[in-house]
């Protein structure tokens, strides 16, 4: 093959250098936020039929039930929306019951596989259904403003809400009053999280603030319970072990579409850069790589990187590494704290992207 460039020392391997998601400062317009509130790549083909329930937990398969149910019962509804005539009455009737379901469940148990499911079980065009994470849902309203947030939204048949956090009270607020907006609108909730709606506050900061506001959340939605452990890790080899520089750098190089940045390099270009930007950011990469993994020096610092690992799972985009490895990257204050699910969940995704990278070292 023939190549221009190499990477130090060594043949070329490559007709280019690798990218580097240093070099990004993507820009990403608000109309591009609402058309991508669709499931992740990873979960394009999935459906309750490729859902396959552990025998020993029968809550599993009791969820596929529920959820099929739900998803055929929103066959007749349509949300009324902004600037829809009501013809018989001035205000629409309350729904009767909970108008969402809430998958409560540990890492890996399949929640994300079931809310994608719902979402494409549920009879409506794609632009009248609405999937995002949390802190999707919250850069859209800092894009569009609350209001334009609820009128956009107030036409959709369903709204599925992965990853359900509450971090901070502001949030806390926001989403309240944007869900309850939407169910008064006649929009069909389901959400996912690793905690109970009344238990969410728990553990964390202003946790008096939490509870008040989360239990006007929780009416609105059906919990249902889904256990197991984590299907990354069933039936797996662990995660292997970091590679050196060298290995790491002579892959990028090898792979076309790769990115190779240094570690510590790449978490000071997060700061610059704001979450609701991360999937851009990784627009075209078909690997990550990276140099010179340590430690995460701080929480905020920590939360960014837990954004970044989110769409890079979505996105199925491996990642190879030299340095520490993927659990020991938060400290044990950190994995001991209020965020502790955010970064376990963080450490699962990152081990299962560093298996899919394997295969790059042989290349």
Known sequence: MSSSTAFPGQSPLAETAPLSLCAREPHVPADRLVAEMVPPPRFDSVRFDTYVPDPNQPSQSEAVTVLAGFAAGLGGAHATGAG???????????PAGPRGVYLDGGYGVGKTHLLASLWHA???????????????LTN???????????????GHRLLCIDEFELDDPGDTVLVSSLLSRLVEAGVALAATSNTLPGKLGEGRFAAVDFLREIQGLSAHFRPLRIDGEDYRHRGLPEAPPPYDDEQVTRAAYATPGASLDDFPGLLDHLARVHPSRYGALTDDIRAVCLTGVSAVPDQSTALRLVVLADRLYDREVPVLASGLPFDRLFS?????GGYRKK????ISRLTALARDAKGLVAQ
């Open 84 to 94: 829809r005539r009501r013809w018989f009455s001035k205000k629409p009737a309350a």
């Open 122 to 136: 549920t009879p409506a065009e794609p632009s009248l259904k609405a999937f995002g994470t949390f802190v999707e």
């Open 140 to 154: 859209l309203v800092g894009a569009l403003g609350f209001q334009q947030t609820v009128r956009t939204l107030s």
């Open 332 to 336: 044990e204050e950190m994995l001991n």
């Open 343 to 346: 970064y376990f969940r963080a």
